[in-house]
């Protein structure tokens, strides 16, 4: 086992390969103050990617109704219930990650297993299920900063991990993490379908095909992002909540909204693995709840949001407007504009929304 820095986690952690960062690291914010829960990023996925014989239940994107609802069932309780106690001390995680929590005596040499479980096959048969389904009652109507009656949607990719689990744990190394843009990949012509990889994964983002015995899941849109692309997902996405970047450029609008603002948070930090989707938590939903999702950060998280800095309110402009990748971003005078890796301009957009008033003749016309 390797100690290797875990910045989620403010502290070393064991992993069983050595820490070896990719130059550039896939990621992304999901706003969700924004998702709508149409499910349009869910069908551009499975329309590019997993259209064919037997991957009828394979959902590489999936748009749940928290807190009820998830792909697979109860996937997030059910680990989090195995783990034991998630203290964080100041900005430092005290309890154990899924690789330290693991059994000693269920590893193997050939592979690692990470705390973890394998869904059955009816966990995966139902992904929208308790769509809208809220928690609690208020008489009172919807207050913040906190409604009484409550849910929100989380939309969940694979989340391109720095420690991926699902690597960690396959026995025929077929899983590897690529070195220009940190998308976690499964060599098909390797994996022999252990499920190694979905019983490591705290995500449950790998999916196995009973048509060729093998285990997928989603691949970043590689060909996309090498042509300077932004996934389908997030191409498509009709509430403009999501923004890809790279995490560890300095330049990109993703790194600016993680490191600096500090507005958008990882998923269950303290599984271990670094993920790479970070989340702008949603402002009305109970604290403890978000707090136990996505680390310390919420309370700080929601205030920058609420009140929102002149560049934080000018990156936030920047979702959903371009398919381009953003490498850099600048404010000039009422606008922020977007250039790509040759430094060329990709997207220009007013931070001040026009506000539009109809004349009076014309107020019936929609
Ligand atoms: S989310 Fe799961 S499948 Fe994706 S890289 Fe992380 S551990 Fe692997
Ligand atoms: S397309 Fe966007 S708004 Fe619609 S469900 Fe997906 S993430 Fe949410």
């Avoid at 109704?65 to 995680?93: I, R």
């Avoid at 077929?174 to 499964?186: N, S």
């Avoid at 990889?197 to 790998?206: D, I, L, N, R, V």
């Avoid at 790479?276 to 680390?295: A, C, E, H, S, T």
Wanted: proline share 8%.
């Amino acid at each position: 086992m390797a100690e290797v820095q875990n910045w989620q986690l403010g502290r070393k952690m064991q992993y069983p390969y050595e820490e070896a960062r990719p130059e550039r690291q896939f990621a992304a914010v999901f706003n969700l103050n924004r998702c709508i829960g149409c499910q349009t990023c869910t069908m551009a996925c499975k329309s590019t990617w997993t259209w064919g014989p037997g991957q009828e239940y394979m959902w590489w994107n999936n748009v749940e109704t928290k807190p009820y609802g998830g792909y697979p069932q109860n996937w997030d309780v059910k680990l989090l219930s195995m783990l034991g106690p998630q203290e964080w001390q100041g900005g430092v995680y005290a309890g154990k990650t899924i690789f330290e929590a693991a059994d000693p005596a269920k590893q193997t040499t050939s592979g690692f297993l990470a705390l973890g479980y394998l869904p059955a096959d009816e966990e995966w048969r139902y992904p929208n299920i308790h769509e809208d389904t809220a928690q609690g009652h208020s008489p009172h109507g919807a207050r913040l900063p906190e409604h009484e009656s409550w849910f929100f949607y989380l939309p969940r990719i694979c989340n391109h991990c720095t420690y991926p689990a699902c690597l960690a744990a396959c026995p025929r190394k077929a899983i590897y993490k690529r070195q220009e843009d940190g998308i976690v990949l499964i060599d098909q012509s390797r994996c022999r379908g252990y499920r190694k990889c979905m019983e490591a994964c705290p995500y449950k983002k790998p999916m196995y095909r009973g048509t060729t015995a093998t285990t997928e899941k989603c691949v970043g849109c590689y060909p996309r992002i090498e042509q300077g692309q932004v996934t389908r997902c997030i191409a498509t996405c009709i509430g403009k909540i999501r923004l890809f970047g790279w995490v560890n450029e300095e330049s990109s609008p993703v790194h600016y909204l993680v490191h600096k603002a500090k507005v958008a948070l990882p998923l269950y930090p303290q599984f271990g693995t670094e993920p790479n989707v970070y989340y702008i938590p949603p402002r009305w939903v109970p604290r403890d709840y978000l707090r136990q999702m996505f680390g310390p950060g919420v309370d700080a998280a929601i205030e920058a949001y609420a009140k929102p800095s002149p560049e934080l309110l000018a990156v936030l402009q920047l979702f959903g407007a371009t398919d381009r990748i953003i490498a850099r971003y600048r404010l000039e005078g009422e606008a922020i504009v977007g250039f790509d890796d040759r430094g060329a301009e990709v997207v220009r957009v007013p931070i001040d929304e026009k506000v539009q008033v109809r004349p009076a003749d014309r107020m019936n016309i929609t």
